[in-house]
Nanobody, 125 residues
């Protein structure tokens, strides 16, 4: 089992950048495929990005491709989401998720077993 804690959210202006972090407990972080999702008020949880166990493969949702970058540091048990050129439509609660198996193309909520509590990102226009 793994516990996930997100941080780094906040209020920014359109065009700004923000980096989210997700710290995982336990000594088996490198065995988990990791993902980021987001949920805006009144909307379903949306896939943002995922990264393979080694970090060698990544995959992004169409709405963030080219602006967001997912990365991980297995030595620090942490996964990151670098968000550039933020838009008001990026406003949401961002969640970190973990899947205890390999791969990098898991984009559904049900593909992940463990979730963090979320961190709010608000982008003003």
């Amino acid at each position: 089992q793994v516990q996930l804690v997100e941080s780094g959210g906040g209020l920014v202006q359109a065009g700004d950048s923000l980096r989210l972090s997700c710290a995982a407990s336990g000594r088996t972080f490198s065995t988990y495929t990791m993902g980021w999702f987001r949920q805006a008020p009144g909307k379903e949880r949306e896939f943002v990005a995922t990264i393979s166990r080694s970090g060698g493969r990544t995959y992004y949702g169409d709405s963030v491709k080219g602006r967001f970058t997912i990365s991980r540091d297995n030595a620090k048990n942490t996964v990151y989401l670098q968000m550039n050129s933020l838009k008001p439509e990026d406003t949401a609660v961002y969640y970190c998720a973990a899947r205890p198996s390999g791969g990098a193309y898991f984009i559904r909520v049900i593909d992940y077993d463990y979730w963090g509590q979320g961190t709010q990102v608000t982008v003003s226009s």
